[in-house]
């Protein structure tokens, strides 16, 4: 997640400084083809993948941007030539230009990171040379500089490792930045406005790129075209960009690598070896293509001397399972807006429930809802329309997508105009849909890869009750608010309007885990018969408030991929791993379940469960108890999920740990 935004609402010389740095297009020889990369894809298997020749184990260096002066020294593109899964981007993950970035007096966001983010535009624009990259008002197309191809990363480098001023001598870094995030993260975690300003004049104005290189270590970032991508593609990019910092410190034999949340999905598969894994379904679509994304993972080659995970998703995450009014965020608000940049594990919703009444009501104005849910829920006849954010009913037979209907005739079917639709603009639900050409896609590929039930290690808690108010978002959000809005009845203020089908607000929380067999009901008197289930002995219309596809399903739309991946350990050859992560839920946590009182500790970082974090035994199964006792370390720090890649605390261990190290 971008913390700045959340948090707003809530490193080819032997010496320094000697020399010439190789050309920045200087691309390494090409390698032997990864594997069985030059066997063609089953038919059903091509539609995923980008089309390439002759995939090899290697990659191009396409050019090279220079920023300002007060930012990055050099960022650079590379393109991999290994065999990718195609990406595709809804509004909500693809690159924003300047013009893009939100920007309204209360949220100033365009001031503080809209360079930044056209900086990443036009890194990638070195492959497209498209002028809708700067050209006010145009659209830029569906392969292009803000929806970059799979095969494409952004590798930056620190001003003072562009400079070759810092100490060569010393292992460089490569920082692997999160969901929602890019390498910008790293340096100004909190925005700049070209003058050393920071959003909302945060004290800190500079990251863990600086903060190493003022003590002599050359640091590299990288970027990937989507922050919510696909892990395999994403390993790939990592295995390349160590081998590019590689050439670009002859001599070096490896990197120190450092992933922050989603972050670390992209490095524990190569660094596990993911080409050699076993155990995928031979007949299910999704684990045959994990398979085949799988082995185009470079094998890892002994290239990292430390590894420093940040509070990453190790054994998946739930949390957008388990919390509604998190998805009614994403939902209700603005493509560009800061919050909201996220998956949805529903496949409709009813329009009630859309944030502020609708987007447009008078007297209480939501400067980010402008989304689906404009115009939509304002009043009764209103409130039951769906919004469908897929058109997938099911899988089939063996594991395909199944849809009836096209997700624009679902949605005005319900209501909404054809001129009002735009397919990219509702495919947001995280199992995407069938588009108009018969063809699946989803913006959230590594979201459906992280998905994991982690229910049996913390359940659904009951908290209904009031003293969980001020602890639980849903408590505190959802249900309160769900109720006020059914039982307003301006009619007649003495009989409610209607109510929750359920006192017990499990029920309603389990629905996107299982809409089948726990479906989240409201009634209504006002009603359109539109949707209506059945009806009560008053004759309250009853409604289905919410449909998913289950997360079973996510996860096997996912090929199972934290299944596969807690089944393998890091490989032995690693010096040293340092796992550190969270172990305080912040001032607005996100997840509180694993808190059994109002006073206990979260058992998290406000956004991952510490099973998921804390994995230094799945991370070293395999390894021999001498190794572990030697090599891996694990430590919590009392800081929440935003905070363990921005504090200054948590700098200085891995610091001084690379120093023990050296």
Known sequence: MRSTWTLSL????????????????????????????????????APYFDAVTTPTNSYTVVGTLTPPAWSWGQIELLEGRQRFRSEYYNPRTQKLR??????????????????????????????????????????CPAVGPTKPAAR???LHKGRATAARTCNVNLTPTLLVHGAIQDANVWMFPNGNNGSGGSYGNAAQKTGLVQDLESKGRCVYAVTFGSFHGDNYNHAIHVANAVKRIKALHPGVARVDVVAWSKGVLAVDPWMANAATWGGFSTT??????????????????????????LSGPHKGIDLNFRHPIHTLTIASTSANAPVGRGPMPWTYFSAFQCVTWGSDVPWYNNPYAESVCEGSGGMWPDFFRRIYLSNITGLSSTGAPVSASTLQSLNTTQGLSASAFNFDEYNMSLFGAVNDSGKYVTAFPGQLQAAYDLRGTYPIPDRSASSWDSVDPNENRYFPWLDSKLIYNPLNPFIAAGYMDATDHRVCRTTAYDPAGSPCFAYHAYNTNQNAEGYNISNYAKYRIMQGLGIATAMEMGGKFITRLAEHGLDTRLPSLYVLYGTAAGA???????MTSTTSAPRGDGVLFEASIAAMTQLTQGWTA?????????????YDHLSMGITPAVWNKISAHFVSRD
């Open 10 to 45: 809530t490193a080819a010389l032997l010496m320094a400084g000697c020399g010439a740095e190789p050309p920045a297009s200087e691309a390494p020889p090409v390698e032997a083809a990864v594997g069985t990369a030059e066997a063609p894809l089953d038919a059903d298997l």
């Open 588 to 594: 607005q946590p996100y997840e509180t379940d694993g």
């Open 626 to 638: 001498a190794k572990k006792t030697a090599d891996a370390k694990q430590e919590g720090m009392a």
């Open 284 to 309: 299910r679509l999704f684990e045959r293509l994990a398979k085949e994304q799988a082995s185009q993972v470079p094998a890892y080659d002994d290239s990292v001397r430390v590894y420093v995970p």
């Open 152 to 154: 494409y990363v952004l």
């Open 98 to 139: 300047y013009q893009d970035t939100y920007q309204s007096s209360d949220y100033p966001l365009a001031t503080y990171f809209g360079s930044l983010n056209q900086q990443l535009v036009d890194g990638f624009n070195l492959a497209y040379s498209n002028s809708c990259a700067t050209t006010a008002g145009s659209t």
